[in-house]
């Protein structure tokens, strides 16, 4: 069982909708949980970390954590086309400084 | 910007012939990092190093070495390329500054293609 499992997509929506982006991991040590969003032929950059459970809110995007079930999910309220990108999800385990990272959904949003 | 180059950018290789792919830092972070993306698998840590001459394997080091000789630099050397090793390679570096959040700063990549 790989360690952060994530949907590959594609994932295609219209403009203005909400997008959902899940995760699921197996290792419960992880602690800080991210996302990062790539455009293409670009590097990732980090769009918002969360430590434990609970929800973090930042402008159009809301990250939530259920540490419970060991799911993650990534939220964006009125999607943009410029939101068009791969979001990969990321998991840091503080005691083995690793940072494990899911397969990458790729979203296009569509104007 | 998070002052991190790699280099080449791109390069063709054939299958056997060495290949050393650089990344530079000008952060003076401790923690470097190479990874490789392909399509399916997300990214996959090679190597990493947590300062001067102290590396470690990842999950996918088999075919790469690697050395870290000044702070700044951290090179991916693939000793007989194949074409299995066709991938963006993608340095990142990991701040420390604060929280330890684990967040790591990515290069732009290389891509290579090994023939």
């Known amino acids: 069982q790989k360690e952060v499992e994530q949907d590959p997509g594609p994932l295609s929506v219209p403009e203005g909708a909400i997008v959902s982006l899940n995760c699921t991991y197996s290792n419960s040590a992880f602690q800080y949980f991210m996302w990062y969003r790539q455009y293409s032929r670009k590097g990732p950059e980090l769009l918002m970390y969360?430590?434990?459970?609970g929800n973090k809110e930042d402008g159009r995007f809301t990250a939530q954590v259920d540490k419970s079930s060991k799911y993650i999910s990534l939220f964006i309220r009125d999607s943009q086309p410029s939101d068009s990108a791969t979001y990969l999800c990321a998991h840091f385990w503080q005691g083995a400084q690793k940072l494990v990272f899911g397969q990458g959904t790729r979203l296009t949003i569509n104007p | 910007d998070a002052g991190i180059t790699q280099s080449p950018r791109h390069k063709v290789t054939e299958t056997g012939t060495p290949v050393t792919l650089r990344c530079h830092q000008t952060e003076n972070h401790r923690y470097m990092y190479w990874y490789r993306q392909d399509p399916g698998h997300g990214l996959r840590l090679i190597h990493y190093?947590?300062?001067?001459?102290?590396?470690d394997k990842g999950e996918v080091s088999d075919g790469y070495s690697v050395s870290r000789s000044k702070t700044e630099d951290f090179l991916l050397t693939l000793e007989s390329a194949t074409s299995s090793q066709t991938s963006v390679y993608f340095c990142?570096?990991?701040?420390?500054?604060?929280?330890?959040?684990?967040?790591?700063?990515f290069g732009e990549g290389s891509r290579l293609t090994v023939l």
């Open positions: 990142a570096i990991r701040g420390l500054a604060g929280e330890d959040t684990g967040e790591l700063f």
């Open positions: 969360t430590y434990s459970s």
């Open positions: 190093s947590y300062g001067v001459k102290d590396t």
